[in-house]
């Protein structure tokens, strides 16, 4: 299999899904680093600009993209893909390779209406222009690089709301409620974070001297921008104890509260222990029991941990035995819709939905509440998400306040700031934290 079949294969299996995608690897199995190259820009642009391509798909089929098989709507998809957002792939190539994957499908009925689609794109997008500025709405297509491609016909839907999601790639349920509860400037600030994938940004608060890679200081002391993320730089970044991924967003929960001295800190949905490195780091005196119930995150969870001298991972029944009563700190970095890192997290952008949004925050209330017995007498909650969804947010916080008498303090929201035109040393994840203390 090569680079093409691959993604066209990856996307098929997300198209029987959609909108509940998950996370893939579409370059796994192929030995060419050109091909896995291929294989995951193609799979990460289709991903990205999904709701983009339906639209203009839309508008040449006869039935809408969401109709069609799943294997006839990953060729329209990563067709148009490479004919509108990746032009190093020539035309020709992308048409007849797109189609042939078709056909070896056994789709020899649709695979004459993808060719005849294709092509009719491949004339719009010739015909299309670079612009440093924006156009007519319906004409005008943002792109990674902060320019705009400004179509000869209209592209995108005519009613506003439509236009705005579509031309980003958002769910319209999604950007309605960022326009409703915020600014214009800040639903634009969203939307462009949301477009293009982040930068890898690291902390390293004790510097970078020996980095195999360049690095960039970012505007928030203490991280870092790489360049690049290969074998070479995981491995040595993996012998500094002082350094670990993290966005400045992500990082600031912890920093919040750093004038305080706990001695026991859970750490309840650790998941590999990102925010656990950072608890050990930013209270040395503490002992710290960090736990998660998915089998994975806890098996590297212990692997990481293995050996600490304060950090423990325990099983959640462990903590509940070992933690009760005396936790003077409690961290939750709960589940969450992601909403504020849709840069990182391409497939959570699409689960934005009333009914997802609702199952979230059940989940996390009772995460809240199961928390509780874990507080010693004076100790507080550290609640953060990487959501900006109010519902999750400021609403768990109010819940919590009214419903079990937990205060509210240090509460911080932050909203995504990157993408087209912003420099990665500037960029931020959205993200939000509470103290909820008795």
């Known amino acids: 299999m090569d680079g093409r079949s691959a993604a066209l294969a990856a996307v098929a299996r997300q198209a029987r899904d959609f909108p509940a995608l998950r996370p893939a690897e579409p370059e796994s199995g192929l030995d060419d680093p050109r091909e896995r190259h291929l294989a995951r820009a193609m799979y990460d642009t289709t991903l990205r600009r999904w709701l983009t391509l339906a639209a203009m798909l839309d508008r040449r089929l006869r039935r809408p993209l969401h109709e069609t098989d799943a294997d006839t709507a990953s060729a329209l998809l990563v067709g148009a893909a490479q004919l509108w957002f990746l032009d190093r792939i020539p035309p020709h190539a992308a048409i007849d390779s797109t189609v042939e994957w078709l056909k070896g499908r056994g789709k020899y009925r649709t695979s004459g209406v993808v060719n005849a689609v294709l092509r009719r794109m491949a004339e719009a997008r010739a015909a299309a222009v670079l612009s440093e500025q924006p156009a007519e709405p319906t004409r005008s297509l943002p792109l990674d690089d902060g320019r705009w491609l400004i179509t000869a016909e209209a ?109 026991v800190i859970a750490d309840v949905c650790a998941g590999v222990g990102t925010k656990t490195r950072q608890l050990a780091e930013a209270f040395p005196g503490a002992e710290v029991l960090a736990s998660d119930t998915d089998k994975k995150r806890f098996a590297e969870l212990r692997r990481v941990f293995d050996g600490h001298e304060r950090v423990r991972v325990v099983s959640r029944d462990e903590l509940a035995s070992e933690g009760l009563g005396r936790c003077d700190l409690v961290l939750l970095d709960v589940p969450c819709s992601n909403s504020g890192v849709l840069s990182r997290r391409v497939e959570a952008r699409y689960r934005t939905g009333d009914r997802e949004l609702k199952r979230m925050r059940d989940l996390q209330r009772q995460i809240v509440a199961d928390a509780i017995p874990l507080l010693a007498p004076s100790g507080a909650i550290l609640y953060a998400t990487c959501s900006v969804e109010r519902i999750e947010n400021e609403g768990i916080a109010e819940w919590a306040e009214r419903w079990h008498g937990l205060k509210r303090e240090l509460e911080r929201s932050v909203w995504p700031l990157g993408g087209p035109g912003v420099s990665a040393t500037h960029h931020r994840d959205g993200a939000y934290s509470v103290l909820l203390r008795r």
């Open 155 to 263: 592209e995108l839907p005519e009613d506003a709301l439509s236009c705005r999601a579509s031309a980003w790639s958002l769910p319209e349920n999604l950007v309605r409620r960022i326009c409703h509860e915020r600014s214009d400037d800040a639903a634009d600030a969203f939307c462009r974070a949301a477009l293009a994938a982040a930068p890898l940004i690291v902390r390293a608060p004790a510097g970078i001297d020996g980095s195999p890679v360049a690095m960039k200081p970012h505007e928030h002391a203490g991280h870092y921008v790489a360049e690049r993320a290969d074998g070479v730089f995981f491995e040595w970044m993996r012998e500094q104890p002082g350094m670990w991924v993290q966005d400045p967003s992500s990082s600031g929960a912890v920093d919040s509260i750093r004038d305080r001295s706990p001695r």
